[in-house]
């Protein structure tokens, strides 16, 4: 009797039901690690090996 009542004093503190909402951090997450992706790739592109004025063969 001690244990049911324990659980359900236990379930009644905890909740019962769905997550209502939570999308804006769902899709902040996404456009965070979009954004980061975004921004790595550019500087890989900036600093790709490419003919600089310095080695022109002579």
């Given amino acids: 009797m001690t244990t049911a ?3 359900y004093t236990l379930l009644a503190q905890v909740g019962m039901g769905r997550i ?3 999308w804006e ?3 902040s997450a996404y456009g965070i690690a ?3 992706l975004s921004l790595y790739a550019l500087s890989l ?3 790709r090996p490419g003919k600089a004025a310095n080695d022109a063969k002579e």
């Fill in 34 to 36: 979009w954004a980061s």
């Fill in 45 to 47: 592109w900036l600093r």
């Fill in 5 to 7: 009542l324990h659980t």
């Fill in 25 to 27: 951090y769902i899709w």
């Fill in 20 to 22: 209502q909402g939570g």
